[in-house]
């Protein structure tokens, strides 16, 4: 089957870094994404990792490692903006999105 | 313009009622889908219209009708619906038109409430 693994909900102090992980099982692999999603809005696209290592854009970085189905993504010089849920979602060999259920990251000042 | 627009933002409807809601985008996108998101959970695809045909049906109730009349519109046509179908209803783009589900740009939603 599939299977989407990330931590439901973290909390994170204002300026610190936070790493949110995400470990996937799908059938064929096609990159993986990472959205985010502020309560009763719409996800909004972050990153997109084909191969494996980081791929850094401003304050949030997405790294891949395909051998161990493993990713996260990291924020940096938190905001309370970043108050939101991430959505961690891999394509699997149909090109199909399997969506994580998200962690919701509370940040305090 | 990157925006997909979706109307309206909130919906009330009763079981025997007909709505309809609505989806557009002028990128030239050449995929659009249906999502809907409980909450606290992540999107569940409904439908792909990849081109303006229908390429995937997530196994959706009859209830849910999609429609593409064009290449820049999407409908998802309500009726007789339940109460378990109240959520938040996501439209989505993507440039690619095969529905490979690349970068999605996602409309605001509609906030459906079923009574």
């Known amino acids: 089957g599939q299977n989407i693994d990330q931590p439901t909900e973290m909390t994170a102090t204002e300026g610190a870094i936070v790493q949110i992980n995400c470990t996937y099982q799908t059938s064929g692999f096609n990159g993986l994404f990472w959205y985010q999603q502020h309560a009763g809005e719409a996800p909004t696209f972050l990153s997109y990792?084909?191969l494996d290592g980081l791929e850094e854009k401003g304050r949030f970085s997405s790294f891949l490692s395909r051998s161990k189905g493993y990713s996260y993504l990291l924020l940096k010089e938190l905001q309370m903006k970043d108050s939101a849920s991430y959505l961690c979602a891999p394509r699997d060999s149909n090109y199909q999105l399997i969506w994580g259920a998200g962690t919701k990251l509370i940040i305090k000042p | 313009d990157t925006e997909v627009t979706q109307t309206p933002k909130h919906l009330v409807m009763g079981m025997t009622n007909k709505k309809s809601l609505k989806c557009e985008q002028h990128?030239?996108?050449?995929?659009m889908y249906w999502y809907k998101q409980k909450a606290k959970k992540p999107p569940e695809l409904m439908f792909v219209?990849?081109?303006?045909?229908?390429?995937i049906n997530e196994s959706v109730p009859s209830r849910f009708s999609p429609e593409c009349p064009n290449s820049s519109l999407l409908n998802l046509h309500l009726h007789a619906l339940q109460p378990e179908d109240s959520a938040l209803y996501l439209c989505a783009s993507s440039q690619d038109g095969a529905g490979a589900q690349e970068k999605l740009f996602f409309g605001s939603g509609t906030q459906l409430s079923v009574l």
């Open positions: 219209y990849s081109y303006e045909k229908l390429s």
């Open positions: 990792n084909v």
């Open positions: 990128m030239g996108h050449r995929a």
